[in-house]
């Protein structure tokens, strides 16, 4: 059993920065590797950032060179610090916990990209 709390979004004009926080408790032991997905109204929910238990990380390439994903495993908790944001990475945003045989899903927190 694993609890993810999101938090950081809000509303940012383009160009500017954001971080996301991601809150692990619970089996974080059992957590294989954490993710970033967002969602926009009508579109498919598509995997942003990835980090595995032994550090390495993956991006989409939407974000690449924008988005840094990392972890404090003091504090159990993941990072998505969004730089030069874009009016299209305007979503809701998910942190995931990937187990061996369940994954787990945090609440969303929104962000808005917008002049």
């Known amino acids: 059993q694993v609890q993810l709390v999101e938090s950081g979004g809000g509303l940012v004009q383009p160009g500017g920065s954001l971080r996301l926080s991601c809150a692990a408790s619970?089996?974080?032991?059992?957590?294989?590797?954490m993710n970033w997905y967002r969602q926009a109204p009508g579109k498919q929910r598509e995997l942003v950032a990835a980090?595995?238990?032994?550090?390495?990380?993956n991006y989409a390439d939407s974000v690449k060179g924008r988005f840094t994903i990392s972890r404090d495993n003091a504090k159990n908790t993941v990072y998505l610090q969004m730089n030069s944001l874009k009016p299209e990475d305007t979503a809701v945003y998910y942190c995931?916990?990937?187990?061996?045989?369940?994954?787990?899903w945090g609440q969303g927190t929104q962000v808005t990209v917008s002049s």
């Open positions: 619970g089996s974080i032991f059992s957590i294989y590797a």
């Open positions: 995931n916990a990937v187990l061996e045989l369940v994954d787990y």
């Open positions: 980090i595995t238990s032994g550090g390495s990380t």
